[in-house]
């Protein structure tokens, strides 16, 4: 969800540790970018500008990214999470060097340029989801958030 209207929920997912759900607008790869989708959802959209993604499991708040077009300084690039704990200051812009399908720039459904330490937080679902989450953004796409 956001902080405004926009939601969606997934039913139900596994998400092995280690692995990566990839969120997408479209499950088509010849117009989303060139990457396989792992949920496709609908009637959802970010602001290119100012939102919020938040990930949240019943009425419980696992994580939140709130971000503004400060922090994304050029279109098709994505965000990582490259720092524990996860805070807004824990996310950069990914790597110019991870580039994919139609020369977007970053690394959906795989490891991004932060290798994360070797405990991860608890719950890992929710770090691994998240990391998913944050690589959807880009400026040039509306990409994901869930409830």
């Known amino acids: 969800s956001d902080n405004g209207s926009n939601n969606f929920s997934i039913g139900t ?4 540790a280690g692995d990566y759900f990839v969120l997408a607008r479209s499950g088509n790869s010849a ?5 396989t989708a792992d949920y496709v ?3 959802f959209s ?15 708040e ?20 490259t ?15 991870f580039t994919y399908g139609l020369g977007d720039i970053g690394t959906p459904g795989a490891a991004g340029s932060f290798t994360p330490p070797a405990a991860v937080p608890l719950p890992a679902a929710a770090w691994l989801f ?3 989450l944050a690589g959807l953004i880009g400026i040039g796409r509306k990409r994901s958030k869930a409830k």
């Open 130 to 132: 998240g990391s998913g």
């Open 41 to 43: 959802y609908s009637n």
């Open 31 to 35: 117009i989303n970018g060139g990457f």
């Open 46 to 60: 970010l602001n290119n500008g100012t939102d919020q993604i938040v990930l949240s499991f019943n009425t419980t």
């Open 62 to 81: 696992l994580l939140r990214l709130d971000y503004s077009s400060a922090g994304f300084s050029a279109a098709g690039r994505s965000m990582e999470l």
């Open 83 to 97: 720092a524990t704990p996860m805070t807004d200051a824990s996310y950069s812009l990914t790597d110019s060097g």
């Open 13 to 16: 997912a596994t998400i092995a």
